[in-house]
């Protein structure tokens, strides 16, 4: 029997079900899945790295630390005045004429994912945990590679693959996470588990997936 595609219908139950709406739509300073010069990374060149816009940030947990060396991740604190102790677990960069630091907090995309070339991949609200957004992006790469690089190539670029959108690479700037999930069709199949392309996920691999999609 041919699987049946629900469309909006498995968006619906997919919502009722509990996906969570993982990033917000990026802010006009940055696009994701595109180099931003400007942001403070220089520190932390060549590394993943999660950008924090905050007036005063307080000390990562210890789990949270865990969770940043398990991703290979830094984070990276940015504000106008850093204190000169530091704050533990940050990096710390300043913002002396406070541009950046007033632009992301107003626009309450405050917490930055940016890869080891500079390239946006992710965006969260402020006061989002820097090390969750690292872990659910890597999550999902890991499982773009494996079930559906095949198709869209890793950076998904090509324009000639799908039937409801041209290329995935920038689709984060078209689309809202909720209507990327949407296009993915999303079919129940038990228990917090539902079929995407006949492969299988959890809610929260599902979740992870579009993250990482939305920064291509």
Not at 25 to 39: I, K, M, N, T
Not at 131 to 160: M, N
Not at 205 to 214: G, N, P, S
Request: net charge neutral; with cysteine.
């Amino acid at each position: 029997m041919p699987r049946l595609r629900l469309g909006l219908a498995a968006w619906v139950v997919a919502a009722a079900a509990g996906f969570s709406d993982p990033q917000p739509r990026p802010a006009a300073a940055v696009r994701l899945g595109e180099s931003a010069p400007e942001l403070p990374q220089g520190a932390v060149k060549g590394k993943l790295a999660v950008l924090v816009f905050a007036e005063r940030a307080t000390p990562l947990p210890e789990h949270v630390l865990k969770k940043l060396e398990e991703c290979g991740a830094v984070a990276v604190l940015v504000s106008r005045q850093p204190p000169e102790e530091g704050v533990k677990g940050y990096t710390v960069a300043a913002d002396p004429e406070e541009r950046l630091t007033r632009r992301f907090l107003k626009t309450g995309s405050a917490v930055i994912l940016v890869d080891g070339e500079g390239v946006v991949r992710a965006v969260a609200p402020s006061g989002a945990d820097p090390a969750a957004l690292a872990a659910r992006w890597r999550a999902g790469k890991v499982l773009f590679e494996s079930a559906c690089a095949r198709c869209h190539t890793e950076d998904g670029a090509p324009e000639y693959y799908s039937f409801n959108i041209k290329k995935l690479a920038g689709i984060g700037n078209r689309l809202t996470p909720a209507e990327i999930l949407e296009r993915t069709n999303p079919v129940p199949m038990g228990l917090n588990h539902y079929s995407i392309r006949a492969f299988l996920y959890t809610k929260e691999e599902i979740d992870a997936l579009i993250t990482y999609v939305a920064g291509l």
